[in-house]
């Protein structure tokens, strides 16, 4: 976590798990940027593009009951997903998956984009 004038930030590209403890220390962020690789653990494999799974590169699934969007969704924190493979399909700005995204209150990075706290 990186502080800034008394407000915390949390940067986590790469996360393969989401325990309790981790849960409550990013409770107190303002800024939450996180791991945002794949949609789905086989997303891959479904678009044919390779054989390994988002757990087995150290990769959560946004969506599931163990998905980032459902763990982490009673933080408050501004949420904001980075780190997302090109085979993931919140990529596509009216995709049902985006549309899921933006729902649970998340953000989708772009390239050049800047925060204020």
Do not use: Y
């Not at 303002?30 to 690789?37: A, R």
């Not at 969704?73 to 997302?84: M, T």
């Amino acid at each position: 976590m990186i502080e800034c004038g008394g407000r915390q930030v949390a940067h986590v590209p790469g996360c393969a798990a989401l325990p309790d403890w981790l849960l409550d220390r990013l409770a107190r962020v303002k800024l939450l940027l996180f791991d945002g690789t794949v949609w789905e653990n086989d997303d891959m494999a479904r678009t044919g593009t390779g054989a390994k799974t988002g757990a087995r590169m150290g990769h959560l699934p946004m969506q599931g009951n163990e998905g980032s969007i459902a763990r982490l969704a009673d933080l408050p924190a501004r949420k904001v997903f980075i780190h997302i493979n090109n085979t993931n399909p919140v990529l596509q700005p009216h995709s049902p998956e985006r549309a899921a995204v933006t729902a649970a209150g998340w953000e989708i990075a772009w390239d050049g984009q800047e925060f204020t706290l």
